[in-house]
């Protein structure tokens, strides 16, 4: 099992794109879990024909300890184990402890020995990586960390961000940076952009989706482009980044 945590400013496609991977995945014989860490709790939506299942916090708040694992766990297409952190009430409690509360939960109740994944991917939120946000990397949970960006500024800003972030647990055996995915946005010298900010951050685009139009198509029915049509060049696109991601697994097993 590799657990790969995909971070990036908000609005730049983590959830699009990880839910991509997760379908790909899915549908060539991988066991796989995802786990959104937005309060806004739409990170699997499109895996579930657009109904989210019911976000972890909330039903600790209102109802306590889940009796069984179904009660906050949702298969999609392909199987895929879906699960949402969701937030705590606005404007008390802190998402990173909310987060964390989430992970502790599912360890207790055994989850990955129960779903056994062979890939869990968790999508987070991460304009500022804040000490809780950044749990997953410095805590042990995640084993990779993958970053979406597109060439915005705003958008690199926040990559660096990550990346610096990540490099200050680089001596305690944490999460390691496995590259970044470019979602682009159809700016002059993209591509070249975001290839010349890797090189800076001494690290390397591990795949990179194109702007296209069916993606909000098949979004709009609730589905990911690779349920949609796997056919589509973009699709092919996810299957490809599926590959890479499998391959990460390998890297960690050869480690």
């Known amino acids: 099992?590799?657990?790969?945590?995909?971070?990036?400013?908000?609005?730049?496609?983590?959830?699009?794109?990880?839910?991509?991977?997760?379908?790909?995945?899915?549908?060539?014989g991988y066991n796989v879990m995802q786990l959104g860490?937005?309060?806004k709790t739409?990170?699997?939506?499109?895996?579930?024909?657009?109904t989210s299942p019911p976000p972890i916090l909330q039903y600790l708040q209102e109802k306590g300890r889940p009796?069984?694992?179904?009660?906050?766990?949702?298969?999609?297409?392909?199987?895929?184990?879906?699960?949402?952190?969701?937030?705590?009430?606005?404007g008390v409690g802190c998402f990173g402890r909310g987060m964390l509360t989430a992970f502790e939960l599912l360890d207790e109740m055994e989850a990955y020995a129960a779903f056994k994944p062979d890939i869990v991917l968790y999508d987070i939120l991460a304009d500022i990586v804040c000490g809780g946000i950044a749990v997953p990397m410095r805590e042990g949970l995640?084993?990779?960390?993958?970053?979406?960006?597109?060439?915005?500024?705003m958008a690199l800003l926040a990559a660096k961000n990550i990346i610096l972030a990540l490099r200050n647990f680089a001596d305690r055996n944490y999460a390691?940076?496995?590259?970044?995915?470019?979602?682009?946005?159809?700016m002059v010298d993209e591509v070249e952009r975001v290839e010349e900010f890797a090189r800076h951050m001494q690290t390397s685009i591990i795949g990179v989706i194109p702007r296209d139009r069916a993606i909000h198509a098949f979004e709009e029915q609730g589905k990911t482009i690779?349920?949609?049509?796997?056919?589509?060049?973009?699709?092919?696109?996810?299957?490809?980044?599926?590959?890479?991601?499998v391959n990460l697994r390998a890297e960690r097993n050869a480690a």
């Open 176 to 186: 390691e940076l496995g590259g970044l995915i470019l979602n682009c946005r159809d």
């Open 142 to 153: 995640a084993d990779k960390v993958v970053i979406v960006t597109s060439g915005e500024k």
């Open 37 to 39: 860490c937005d309060p």
């Open 42 to 50: 739409d990170s699997t939506i499109n895996l579930l024909g657009g």
């Open 226 to 245: 690779v349920e949609g049509d796997r056919t589509l060049p973009t699709s092919l696109r996810f299957f490809e980044l599926a590959r890479t991601i």
């Open 1 to 28: 099992m590799i657990k790969v945590a995909i971070y990036g400013k908000g609005g730049i496609g983590k959830s699009t794109v990880a839910s991509g991977i997760s379908a790909a995945l899915g549908l060539q």
């Open 67 to 90: 009796q069984t694992l179904e009660a906050i766990a949702k298969k999609g297409v392909g199987g895929v184990v879906c699960m949402e952190v969701g937030g705590p009430t606005p």
